[in-house]
């Protein structure tokens, strides 16, 4: 009875490890707007409700293009897998900052901005609602609502 027991608690814990996990329902059209995305010309002035000057260092335009696509194609991956979670898609969006280290520091603050835009555009066509705080980490250093004062 004891074994038994050992096995329903270690399956119970799994299950509750688990609920971290959000499997998501990928909308049809995703998988089409994703690869639209890939296609449109990035980094170039943009009037409101979202004003972006265009880049500040031409070139690297094809640097920070080819760095977003990648995340695009990243995304584009998980989308037509057969189990795209939440984890999966924020697990992405890591790799993918992390390819902008080494010029992070060549990039004004609008560059920075429009990369966190591009990546919560890519999260809009999959419906992913958090990017879990990666957004806010390499726009401003660190996760505010992880700094919060009780």
Known sequence: MTKYFKILALFLSLAVCAQNV????????ASKKIIEFLEKK???QQANPNFYPGIADEKMRP??????????TDFLNVAESKNPTDIKYQKKIEVGLS???EVYMEL???DREKICN????LMDIV??????????KFMYGFDPKSKMID
Request: aromatic share 8%; proline share 2%.
């Open 22 to 29: 959000t499997e998501m329902k990928t909308p049809k059209e």
């Open 108 to 110: 004004d603050t609008e």
């Open 99 to 101: 390819r902008f280290t």
């Open 127 to 136: 419906h992913l609602e958090s990017s879990n705080g990666q957004l806010n």
């Open 118 to 121: 591009y990546i919560e555009e």
């Open 63 to 72: 640097i920070l293009v080819k760095k977003i696509n990648l995340i695009a």
């Open 42 to 44: 990035k980094f170039v």
